[in-house]
């Protein structure tokens, strides 16, 4: 019912920043309630980094990425984007995007995207 693709991942300098992009494809009948991005480092658990909710635009961040990492969303597009500023090589690791639809607790995924911060 919803297919997630992301984009933008690279190999980027510590200090340097990147914009992730996620863009959902729907069905009709169904409309995106919480989208979120995930990230995984190696030998670790996958981590929340940010959700931002359909109706109010509510943001949440990990404390991690907090006042560095930005979530946005435009509803009309399905897309959900990650603009990540001063990374650094803790922040490295595959970032996933997530979505869930109303009136279903059913979590999407798409395959991730590389994000590698180098110091």
């Known amino acids: 019912q919803v297919q997630l693709v992301e984009s933008g991942g690279d190999l980027v300098q510590a200090g340097g920043s990147l914009r992730l992009s996620c863009a959902a494809s729907?069905?009709?009948?169904?409309?995106?309630?919480?989208m979120r991005w995930y990230r995984q480092a190696p030998g670790n658990y996958r981590e929340l980094v940010a959700a931002?909710?359909?109706?109010?635009?509510?943001?949440t961040y990990a404390d991690s990425v907090k006042g560095r990492f930005t979530i946005y969303r435009d509803n009309a597009k399905n897309t959900v984007d990650l603009q990540m500023n001063n990374l650094k090589p803790e922040d490295t690791g595959v970032y996933y995007c997530?979505?869930?639809?109303?009136?279903?607790?059913?979590?999407?995924w798409g395959q991730g995207t590389q994000v590698t911060v180098s110091s």
């Open positions: 997530a979505a869930d639809a109303f009136g279903s607790a059913y979590e999407y």
């Open positions: 931002i909710t359909r109706t109010a635009g509510a943001k």
């Open positions: 729907v069905l009709s009948t169904v409309t995106i309630n919480v």
